[in-house]
């Protein structure tokens, strides 16, 4: 018999008892427990093992904020075009070989913890074991999407904030990688 739009009026299909019904949904709500559970201790254990690798890169490459100021650019006419958050980060090896590359992201919080901004950075320039080198970055803060956290990032001195350091992977000049494992890939 159909009901309303040829859905059937009656959900339990002929031949199963009410209880027989019962128990299949308690072994299906079972079986989606334990396969969620699965699930997050899968998680877990990727999230450890990406800390893991990321710890490991950040002894081999320590990274900092050398400097930060908002840079006003004007144009010919003297109306102000743009500003810029310009930032300076220092990368060290604190390996015994050269390293070719690093790329990651810097996130930064102020002292309560809260985030300002974060800088997805890549450095292709060569650092060789214990020497630092250094790059230089900007973004607008007059058209950008952060403007009001960039600004206060930029007016903050080094004490009334913490960077961490995520790196996603560190090349040697001799073709090795340091890697972590993505988890939203």
Same mark, same amino acid.
């Given at each position: 018999? =159909?009901?309303? #739009? $040829?859905? @059937?009026?009656?959900?339990?299909? +002929?031949?199963?008892?009410?209880?027989?019904? %019962? /128990?299949?949904?308690?072994?299906?709500?079972?079986?989606?427990?334990?396969?969620?559970?699965?699930?997050?201790?899968?998680?877990?254990?990727?999230?450890?093992?990406?800390?893991?690798?990321?710890?490991?890169?950040?002894?081999?490459?320590?990274?900092?904020?050398?400097?930060?100021?908002?840079?006003?650019?004007?144009?010919?006419?003297?109306?102000?075009?743009?500003?810029?958050? =310009?930032?300076? #980060? $220092?990368? @060290?090896?604190?390996?015994?070989? +050269?390293?070719?590359?690093?790329?990651?992201? %810097? /996130?930064?919080?102020?002292?309560?913890?809260?985030?300002?901004?974060?800088?997805?950075?890549?450095?292709?320039?060569?650092?060789?074991?214990?020497?630092?080198?250094?790059?230089?970055?900007?973004?607008?803060?007059?058209?950008?999407?952060?403007?009001?956290?960039?600004?206060?990032?930029?007016?903050?001195?080094?004490?009334?904030?913490?960077?961490?350091?995520?790196?996603?992977?560190?090349?040697?000049?001799?073709?090795?990688?340091?890697?972590?494992?993505?988890?939203?890939?």
């Amino acid at each position: 018999m =159909s009901g309303m #739009f $040829g859905i @059937k009026s009656d959900p339990i299909p +002929e031949g199963i008892t009410i209880g027989k019904a %019962i /128990e299949e949904q308690r072994e299906f709500a079972e079986k989606q427990a334990a396969a969620e559970k699965e699930e997050k201790a899968l998680q877990a254990k990727l999230a450890g093992e990406q800390e893991k690798a990321m710890d490991a890169m950040r002894q081999a490459v320590s990274v900092t904020i050398m400097g930060k100021k908002i840079k006003t650019e004007y144009g010919s006419s003297g109306i102000v075009m743009d500003e810029l958050l =310009s930032v300076k #980060f $220092g990368y @060290k090896n604190n390996t015994d070989k +050269e390293i070719s590359g690093v790329k990651g992201t %810097i /996130e930064v919080s102020d002292q309560f913890g809260d985030p300002l901004t974060a800088f997805n950075v890549s450095n292709d320039e060569s650092i060789g074991p214990g020497h630092v080198v250094v790059w230089s970055g900007g973004r607008s803060v007059r058209y950008g999407l952060s403007e009001d956290k960039d600004r206060k990032f930029a007016a903050l001195p080094d004490e009334k904030y913490r960077i961490i350091w995520k790196p996603r992977m560190i090349i040697f000049a001799d073709g090795t990688k340091m890697a972590a494992p993505s988890l939203t890939d």
